[in-house]
């Protein structure tokens, strides 16, 4: 017996741009994706994946497994290079940009699976983190010249107020892998903001956090938005947070954009509920993931 | 330059390329399932001819040749080929067991170091157990030649190229066609997704083994019949050089292994009758890094991407 | 003592490295000014060898324990520090007469062209990554010694002549011939001193822990314990790997011109793959990464097999077991547990005899 092939899913138009929060709304985004695509093997990933993003704006990238989110990221960072379209960050073409340059120009990430410098110190991952903030010469640290002295100190001033943000001074000294799991993702954060970007992607920042860790996160993100003022893009399954701090949201299914909007036009875009939680299971809607 | 020393160099290049390529397929397998280079590969070679050597003057010496020509002639060759597989199986087994099988989660330069001592355990017990002084292998099908038009081509040559082919042509159908051998591709595409299948991996891994090591011990009969003086390192530089070959056609790739061996073979004789003798070792090395940079997965291997 | 204990783990370290080269210096030369027969005639005999191998072992433990690449050919940095330094020695014979001048000129020397051939190789080696490196680096090992091999340099009062392959110099009256081919080098005189092996060692200690605690350092271990994090952060792999392994490859090249110097002969085959492996037996033993455990392995090793003569035959032979049995123990989950237990346990009781 077979199976009645399966209906295509119903693109709405979604319009180029999001929705920019009102106090972005005089300045140019910080981030534009123009039709971006990358195909694996012939098969498309991500297509015509057009966003924007507010110079303050905290956005979120939401789907069902394997719609293609973290391969948005990857293609944003240029881990992968894209196979079409462009990514402008701050009005700046990448496309010949690669992991270090595109940092530089402005974007850190963390990773869904932590990546953290496992053998050294938390400090040390955050110093490694402030790598392109304070500079000086490989000769200088060598021949231990006055400048070094200067800019270790400057170093670890600026690790340990970073690090202050989670309230995690005290565990500068431990090595970063004997962390537990929260406090890694706290960390890769921190090692993230040390770049001193002007967007961050988070990748998953509350997995594996029990309710009040995740509350706590909710709180810091909001936090570090308002004081470093910069904008915030984050994958996220935990549908509270999401819809708790998200200004924007962008639904991605089998690597298309199927819907855009503000939370509350998410929750009850039908388009989106049916990507979750499949036909026919209209009545269940808010059972599962989708709402609050 | 005439085309019939063109032909002849040619011909030489395809037999030491048979032998590379042979080699080459040992650490192409391991390289495959295991995602080691077994650096000692190379030492299972000298190993092997080793006990050939060794059988065949015992065996060799049990014939009278006058009365019993055709046993004097067979016997020992097949003797000493047969012994020196089944010892360099098990030889290559326990190491396997023995020296890598712990260090399966360990960093890949853990493991290499772990198979250079290996290779240095297995060198420095043959000094130890054979001496360093060289032993002069007879050729296995003896020295005559054939006459093929105008060229003369040894018996050891014809071999090497014949033993090359069925080896091939076996492996292809060996990793194609039987249970084993599929559970061997299912192994070196996802350790962890052929266990949930029912493969045992550990004993998959060792079969692996075990087919390296049998063919490194006709490698090293061949070798050894093509260039006869046998010391304990006689097994290191070909098994580097037949790792290049490895790398060459794309490592994990069984056609590459073969492809790679035969061009190395061939440039490697050109290069010492061309450009000077004592720097063909150099210039294959120089091909090695060429190709590496040009593409780094070989010439029919595939790039792998690690998942972020 | 609160003082030491007080200090940053990494800067303590280094401090009791520092003392304990200082210190075991301090012995071997009192020994050697004010004791009749001095340390002895072998040991004396390997005191510079003894330098030059720390030297090396530390420029490796710089590659392979703290920027994390496999070299198999670092004796070729060595090789090329030894014939080139030893070249210069020969032709400032004349013009340099101070022999500590002279020796210091020719290790910049050497070490200049190892770290340039350091660079060299490295554009294309660390473009690759794990066991092809490593392999890559044991070709150029081969390809330096077999180049080298073939090299015939001499100088006379026209300038310095080169020939490769066939030695077709025709040297003026008078003229040195510098490198002969297969023949190697023979030095007019052995400027090399056991002070200036000293000197080296702690030179050497100085710039790898200085390197390691800097900024640089730390890019270089955050590429090895993660490549994409690492360049996600802004940092570029391929140039902190490149600065690990160009200064490594001039330390070793220094290394082999204070080796070089102090022989009065020696060839390309000194220098082999045996001698790269030698190398990576002294930095494993020691410790990936651990610089103190370097320096007592590459000088413990260094000697033992001059002084258990009897035992030659066996050395390389017990260096192999050890090296499995290293690895094996120091990596392997259920050996590690088993052996943390065992201390644990020894610990618990001297404890418990102690009470």
Known sequence: MSRLPKEPVKLVPVPSTNKIPERDIGQSPILEC???????????????????????????????NGAGKTTVFNLLT?????????????????????????????????????????????????????????????????????????????????????????????????????????AQRRLEIVRALATNPSLLLLDEPAAGMNPSETADLMENIVKIRDTFHIAILLIEHDMNLVMGICEGICVLNFGQIIAKGTPDEIKNNPVVIEAYLGKGNKGNKGNKKGGK | MDFLTLMDYLIRGLSLGSIYAIIALGYTMVYGIAKMLNFAHGDVIMVGAYICFFTMNRVGAMFDPETQALAAAVAPALAGVLLSMVVCTVLGVVIEGLAYKPLRQAP?????????????????????????????????????????????????????????????????????KTKMGKAMRAVSEDK??????????????????????????IAGVLLCSAYPTLTPTTGSMPGIKAFTAAVFGGIGSIPGALLGGLLLGIIEIFASAYISTQLSTAVVFGVLIVILLVKPAGLLGKTVREKV | MTSLKTMKKSTRTSFLTYAMVVVAFVIVQSLRVFKDGGVGAVLEGQLIPICAYITVALALNLVVGVSGELSLGHAGFMSIGAFMGCAMASALQDSVTLAPLRLAISMIFGAVLAGLFGFLIGIPVLRLNGDYLAIVTLAFGEIIKSIITNVYLGVDKDGLQFSFLTDRNQLAEGGIALIKGPMGVNNSARISTFVAGFILVMITLIVVFNLVNSRAGRAIMAARDNRIAAESVGISVTKYKMMAFVTSAALAGAAGTLYGCSQVTFTATKFDFNTSILILVFVVLGGLGNMWGTVIAAAALTILPEALREFADYRMLVYAIVLILVMLATNNPTIQSGLSRLIQRLKAGKGGEEQ
Not at chain 1, 51 to 56: H, K, Q, S, V, Y
Not at chain 2, 194 to 216: E, K, P
Request: charged letters at 15%; one cysteine or more.
């Open chain 1, 34 to 64: 123009r039709h971006l695509g990358i195909d694996f093997g012939g098969l498309a990933a991500v297509k015509d994946f057009n966003m924007a993003i507010g110079r303050t704006e905290i956005a979120g990238l939401i789907g069902p």
């Open chain 2, 108 to 176: 890949s330069l853990a493991v290499l170091i772990t198979a250079i001592g290996v290779s240095y355990f297995l060198q420095n017990a043959a000094q130890l157990l054979w001496t360093s002084s060289p032993k002069y292998f007879s050729p296995i099908v003896g020295s005559g030649q054939v006459q093929a038009g105008p060229l003369t081509i040894s018996h050891v040559i014809l071999v090497t190229i014949v033993a090359c082919v069925v080896i091939m042509l076996a492996l292809t159908f060996f990793t194609n």
């Open chain 1, 78 to 182: 240029k881990v992968y290079q894209p196979t079409r379209g462009s990514i402008l960050i701050d009005g700046q073409e990448t496309s010949r940009m690669n992991t270090v340059q595109v940092n530089r120009a402005g974007i850190a990430r963390t990773f869904q699976n932590i990546r953290l410098f496992d053998k050294l110190s938390v400090e040390d991952n955050v110093k490694i983190g402030l790598h392109n903030q304070i500079r000086y010469p490989m000769w200088d640290g060598i021949l231990r010249l006055p400048s070094y002295w200067k800019k270790e100190k400057l170093a670890h001033e600026s690790a340990m107020e970073l690090l202050s943000i989670f309230g995690m001074e005290d565990l500068a000294g431990h090595q970063a892998g004997s962390l537990p799991y929260g």
């Open chain 2, 192 to 217: 962890g997704a052929a266990q949930l299948m029912g493969i045992n991996v550990n004993r998959t891994i060792s079969m692996t083994f075990a087919i390296g090591s049998a063919l490194a011990a």
